[in-house]
């Protein structure tokens, strides 16, 4: 029996390959990858020299035969995707469960992941997240989708493309209310961008700005309403401006923290300092 490894690739920069991706890539009989044009990239720009054959959602089943008889016979296999880890949200699980129930030894080579990278730049709770991968193209589909996770109180992860994102926001902030998120775009490559904001104000920017590349967008989970302690917010907008910071960024900062209307901190503010 050969040994199938599931390899993590650079989701941007080739710079991020490990050492033992690379030693992988160069000891496999055959590399199968979700697109083999874009896998060639990575493959050349470490000498690398290896047969490869296309694995992808459309022809997985077909090609499972072949790759689990290339086990058998005692090849080992690379399997890629065209960024990150194959089996999140991208073909894998179908042929590492086939591997496993052979009897095949399978091997992770771990590495990039837009999932995670996403979610620890975000500055959102990571200590327990949801992740949902794409949700339903269809609007209808897609708020069911959502009116399902509105009461899920941890951190939520996305997938969506560049062409969908304003769909999905307005949706979210429709579904939702005005809740934070961040849309992190083009992770590790040149134009790399996080926008974080509540709904409404994450919308406007890319109304104005329209998003390319690959994105993952992040959402703080449902807090249940409390009536905010404005005095609480004041002394701390009050402890900002002592450390020097000048009061109108405070005032902003704060009420974006606590989703409280700026004007009514003022007016709180003025009154304690009667």
Sequence with gaps: MG?????ATPIGNLEDASYRLIRVLNEADLIACEDTRHTQI??????????????????QRGRENTLIERLKMGDTIALVSDAGTPGISDPGHLLVERAWDEGIRVEVIPGPSALVSALVVSGMDSSSFVFEGFLPSRAGQRKKALE?????????????SPRRLLPLLHDMEQVWGNRRVAVVRELTKV?????????SEVITYYEEHSPRGEI????????EERSPDLDKICDEVIQLV?????????LSQKAREYRVKKSDLYNRIVRMLE
């Design 216 to 223: 993952t967008v992040v959402a703080e989970g449902y807090k």
């Design 3 to 7: 040994t199938l490894y599931i390899c």
């Design 242 to 250: 002592e450390q020097g910071m000048e009061k109108k960024e405070a």
């Design 148 to 160: 399902r996770l509105a009461q899920e109180e941890r951190t939520l992860v996305f997938y969506e």
């Design 191 to 199: 134009h790399e961008e996080v926008k974080r904001g509540l709904l």
């Design 42 to 59: 990575l493959l050349n720009h470490y000498q690398i020299k290896k047969p490869t054959i296309s694995y992808f959602q459309h022809n």
